[in-house]
């Protein structure tokens, strides 16, 4: 409550991950260029997609390595940083939703497979993804081949299927420029049942970057995530 007493709406947050090693900044914030948050903010503005908070979270803590977003033995702990930590920062500073429905993952590159293994790999506390990366494929595995397969979105949508855990919705996108179209489209076909609700989405001419990334999030991805995002309601509800 605020100061008068009067409920403030809880607010949606969305966690958009950069592609590469990103340990220089995030560069969804560090190039507006792109187009991410005036697209978020013209969808707000015209109606057809739900305003959220931006978190842009580092991906990476050094310029050597890509770490999967994982808790690769021995190395700094990015799977915790990005599942418990950051939104722990988000929570601390902004009205945020308790629950899982109001949080959200958007990335491209390297960033959409870390969105997609976080959503599969912990449902109770995410439940979208945006983007378009399946296979984790940080060198950094190369010795623990087994804690790699335990990372594997592929492994773990099958023991969310298995298990009929919390639903969950993933919205791939992908260029026509891009080689990725017939992974997704497997992955899919493979993974999309059960708890697990998939959508695609080509991006006519579209290759693998980020302005291009924000095309497909304005003509199709926004909304989509915006139909499952839960809507702003008084805290306590």
Known sequence: ??????????ARVDLALPGGNGSLGNYWGTMPELGLQKAVARGA????????????????????????????PGRPKMGTWLSQDVPDLARANFHTFKSREGWAFMGNSSGAFVGLKQVMEHPDRFRIANGGETAPDSPLWKDYPAEMARNDPGKLARELIKTNGPEVYINFQYGTKESA????????????????????????????????????????????????MKGPVPNGR
Not at 1 to 10: A, C, L, S
Not at 45 to 72: C, E, H, Q, W
């Open 1 to 10: 409550m605020d100061t008068q007493g009067v409920r403030r709406p809880e």
């Open 45 to 72: 503005a015209k109606g057809t997609s739900l305003p959220f908070i931006l978190v842009m979270p580092v991906l990476n803590p050094d310029n050597r390595f890509y770490y999967d977003g994982s808790d690769i």
């Open 181 to 228: 179209g017939a992974l997704l489209e497997k992955f899919r076909r493979g993974h999309g049942r059960g708890p697990i609700k998939i959508d695609t989405w080509e991006i006519k001419g579209g290759d693998h970057n980020g302005r291009h990334y924000v095309r497909g999030l304005e003509e199709q991805g926004l909304a989509a995530l915006s139909e499952v």
